[in-house]
Each structure stands twice: as structure tokens, then as C-alpha cells.
């Protein structure tokens, strides 16, 4: 069975950083496209960021310059590096493994709350 495990959330204070995790039980971890998506209280899932099997990576604007997302095919690990949290980045973090047409798995989410 395909697992996805996050960890690395938690409370931080604006400004702060957080590094966040995902182990990944997919055997051809490598070909897949892997990613980060938050989902904020009463709001829709989107995606933070993405790299894919070539190492390319895309953010959405709002964290360019202060996220970066990389990934380790030995160790089937991919990571959120996370720097200068605003209250605004408070969400449920999720990471996903993407391959068409290969199903699609998701992690359980981490909770990530930036407060003072």
C-alpha cells in the first residue's frame, strides 16, 4: 500500500521557518512529479509547490522567493523548506505524488499555524 508521511509542522512565529517533510512509499518514487499543497481553514486545497521527476520546479507566486521544495530519490523524500512564514501561510500542508496515468496518492496533511 502506497504511504505518503508528512512531518515538520507545527507553531511558528512570523518570520519564522519550518521545514517540512514527506516520506514516500512509492516504489518508482523517482518518475513521479511530487507536490505540496495547503488547504487553509474554509478554503480550497491548492498547490504550493512542485518538482517533478527532471528536478524542475514551479511555485504559486505568493511564496516565490521564500519556499523551496527539493527532493532526495535515494532516500524517497521530497521537502518544503519554508522561510519568512506570515500568518497567511497557515494551513494543513499535503503532499502529493503525481504520474499519469498512474493513480495519484496524497499524504494525511501536517498542520502549519504561524502566530504570534
Known amino acids: 500500500q502506497v504511504q505518503l508521511v508528512e512531518s515538520g509542522g507545527g507553531l511558528v512565529q512570523p518570520g519564522g521557518s519550518l521545514r517540512l517533510s514527506c516520506e514516500a512509499s512509492?516504489?518508482?518514487?523517482?518518475?513521479?512529479?511530487m507536490g505540496w499543497y495547503s488547504q487553509a481553514l474554509g478554503k480550497q486545497r491548492e498547490l504550493v509547490a512542485s518538482?517533478?521527476?527532471?528536478?524542475?520546479?514551479k511555485y504559486v507566486d505568493s511564496v516565490k522567493g521564500r519556499f523551496t521544495i527539493s527532493r532526495d530519490n535515494a532516500k524517497k523524500m521530497v521537502y518544503l523548506q519554508m522561510n519568512s512564514l506570515n500568518p497567511e501561510d497557515t494551513a494543513v500542508y499535503y503532499c502529493?505524488?503525481?504520474?499519469?496515468?498512474?493513480?495519484?496518492?496524497w499524504g494525511q496533511g501536517t498542520q502549519v499555524t504561524v502566530s504570534s
Open positions: 502529493n505524488a503525481e504520474r499519469r496515468p498512474l493513480p495519484e496518492h
Open positions: 512509492l516504489s518508482s518514487f523517482s518518475i513521479y512529479t
Open positions: 518538482i517533478t521527476s527532471g528536478g524542475s520546479t
